[in-house]
């Protein structure tokens, strides 16, 4: 583990983690994540350059036990204050194929052994909505009672928590169910803020008004331009010039701060654009983006074009290579007529300029669309972190990222950095959506 880690903030452990959006949130929420699970390798190695203290599990989690979780995060006798976590929702999300008898829910009762044989204080699972529709009622009551049958108390009724409340500038629902330890503060849910930035410190500008929630704009405004830069076409990363930022901007490059932002500081290139490989689309594909409306779909491609004062629809994720590797299709720019970067999603999403996803467009945008968005999972950990007493501490050592080296794994060398096999996500089978 990583001498930074401050000793005395509460432990969390990440199940499903992928790249890190419910790990941040809670780090800047006060806690250090002291181990993360993954299956897939790609996602394990963004996870690892951005969380270096943390220890990455690749891992099939039906084949994890908790004291093997405790054995490889060094954690010895150490009590867990939260596990936290989403099971992949392929088998009742609303979009997709929707049966209890889905084979895929079974990481559902995957996810509740180990918190039970973790034993934390506090859980956090979340969801898709479609958890909550239906027939799946009935699953969900299931949940619940497992977990109660396990001496765990669970929130009752679950809430269903849109990242635009929290001041991401997308339309993201999830669900989220909130449980504690008999004898242990339930946490409560988190309420809607009208000051979604709370207050801030600045190190370099002054304060931009602040409104209830950040637009598409607010994220965008101040990015390079990456049409002026040709080698993006081959590398998703360059020198750049930055614009005038608005309030939501500058806290995720660094410029200001959130007071109840209390995350590890990374060492990082303010001036270097990453996530940021070009897309060349057709001139007719251009042309089609032109005469699109902000706020409205374009009718071939059926491309959500972003309005500037508006917000995202959700950024989806698009599928695995173990379901035909297709890409989600990217929401036009509200400004320039080609889909916007995966910078600009992670810009959506809220995470911060210092965060870096996989640099192919495909593993990256997979890697934010299968994520909570940072501020939302920021807002539910704020919530465990008082349940459980603990008072925040503000880091003060900035850490260094990991190796970049990782970002740029293939599946096999993802594999073999970790030990894992190489087929343990089946290969890609590449299909993509035409644009």
Known sequence: MNSSKTKQRPLAIDLFAGA????LGFEQAGFDIVAAVELDPIHCAAHEFNFPYSATICADISKLTGEEIRRRANLSNEHIDVVFGGPPCQGFSMIGKRTLDDPRNSLMMQFIRIVCELRPKIFVLENVAGLTVGKHIKFLKEIYSAFEAKGYQVRSPYRILNASSFGVPQDRRRVIILGALNGQQLPKYPTETTHPFGKTTTTKLPLFEE??????????????????????????????????????????????????????????????????????????????????KGGTTEP???????????????????????????????????????????????????????????RTKWHGMRQIGNSVPPLLARAVGACVRRALGA??????????????????????QAAEHFDVPADVIPPRERLVVNA
């Open 391 to 412: 008072k925040p501490i503000m880091p003060t050592k900035e850490i260094d990222l990991g190796n970049p080296r990782l970002l740029e794994f293939t599946m096999t």
């Open 211 to 292: 409104r209830s929630t950040p637009s598409v704009w607010d994220a965008l405004c101040d990015l390079p331009n990456i049409e002026d830069n040709d080698d993006l076409f081959d590398s998703d990363c360059c020198k750049a010039k930055f614009g005038e930022p608005s309030t939501y901007s500058a806290l995720l490059r660094g410029l200001s701060r959130a007071m109840d932002d209390f995350s590890y500081p990374r060492k990082h290139d303010p001036d270097l654009l990453t996530s940021s490989m070009r897309t060349e689309h057709t001139a007719e594909s251009i042309a089609r983006f032109k005469r699109t």
């Open 300 to 358: 071939v491609s059926r491309f959500f074009k972003l309005a500037k004062d508006g917000l995202c629809n959700t950024l989806r994720a698009g599928t695995a290579s173990d379901r035909g590797a297709y890409t989600s299709p990217r929401p036009i720019h509200p400004v320039f007529p080609r889909c916007i970067t995966v910078r600009e999603a992670a810009r959506i999403h809220s995470y911060p300029d210092w965060f870096r996803f996989h």
């Open 20 to 23: 890190g959006g419910m790990s």
